[in-house]
């Protein structure tokens, strides 16, 4: 069991909601930080969408109240240093930019408590890559969730050469308290297990439609009907959307660089971010 109580994640878009909404569906206090006052509006929208879903989707405990419980024990800040004045943990959350989580580390250190763990979801930045921005170096690790986290609960816990063990054991803890199966990973992999196995398929849907040798919604028809799988790539893009594998690509060097403009151009630039705003790849029905 772990001595953690009180939770702050940095970050309110889809997954860094999600986390927000999970640790506080299982009990904890949760501070949800984002940096306007405007943004957090609309997060506090998304929570009470996630509070239906969880009761549609019929998970445990939410059709007798738990789901909009789990509410009440959010609060709102956009002010950083109020926002993790008391957090055990900071779970950090916000776009998948080198230069701007180094940056928000930084200021990060300097405003919270000495008790305090760091932990970022990046997706495929490796934690060494953060570390010295920290501040305290072995309270940092990484914890990856994937998307919809009350159904596909995996919880990578990836530490440095330098992570306390001792706090790692304790993440490993919390990610079990949160209703996530922990999953441990012995050093540092760029992409973890799951990004490691995910972006690949991704990008390789994405040359596919870019080079113009099939439409979307057939790569994910061919993938599903020859697979078996629930999803195709572009189906799966739609529900983390567009702007996160839009980030790895600009990052990724020069080869991957006409991927992301294909990706900008025909689709960010029209607004077209996925299923949160109502059309990715394909176009969503948000009026439910």
Known sequence: MSDIKNVTVLG???????IAYQTAYSGFAVTAYDISDEILAKAKERFEGLASTYQADGVAGAADGKADAALTRIAYSSDLAAAVADADLVIEAIPEVLALKQETYEQLGKVAPAKTIFATNSSTLLPSDLKDFTGRPAKFLALHFANQVWKFNTAEVMGTADTDPAVFDEVVAFAGEIGMVPIPIHKEKAGYVLNSLL???????Y????????????????????????????QITDIIGLTTPYNILSNAGAEAKPLADWIKTNYIDKGKLGVATGEGFYSYDTSK
Not at 12 to 18: D, K, M, N
Not at 199 to 205: E, H, Q, S, W, Y
Not at 207 to 231: C, F, H, Q, S
């Open 12 to 18: 309110t878009g889809v997954l860094g909601s999600q």
């Open 199 to 205: 972006v690949p398929f991704l990008n390789a849907g």
């Open 207 to 234: 040359a596919l439609a870019a080079g113009g040798y099939a439409e979307p919604k057939d790569i994910d028809n061919v993938w599903r009907i020859a697979t078996g799988a629930p999803m195709g790539p572009f």
